[in-house]
């Protein structure tokens, strides 16, 4: 058991509207959306950011992205959507599990910061 934000959504110790979840992945709506779709894609494993993948935990990574591609066409994303990933500080990262923000419903200007 461990302190962390995403850890306790995984284990349903802080409640998430959950979006999809698989035996790898968990996805949920962002608490403080900035976009009308705003989702979180996380591994239930915990990796501290994209700084910390390597050759054993990246296969999740890429299997992120089909979930990702699966939520889109699920929820009918047709006109495109964004994938965000903050990784350290000057990013912005604030919640040290990585996540993937899946972002659609309006325009979305670029680039971004
Ligand atoms: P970051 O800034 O690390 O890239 O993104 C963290 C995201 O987690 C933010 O968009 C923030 O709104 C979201 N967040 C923080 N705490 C919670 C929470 O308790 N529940 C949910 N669903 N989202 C959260
Ligand atoms: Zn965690």
Redesign the pocket.
Known sequence: MNDC??CK?IRGE????KIYEDEYVYA???????APV?Y?VIPKEHIESAAKITPENSAVISHIYEVIAKIAKNEGLDDGFRV???CGEI??????HI?F?LMAGRKLEWPAG
């Open positions: 934000l995403f959504i802080v409640p998430s509207t949920f709506k962002d608490i403080e959306p900035i705003h979180l965000v990933n903050n990013a912005g990262q604030t919640v040290f996540h923000h």
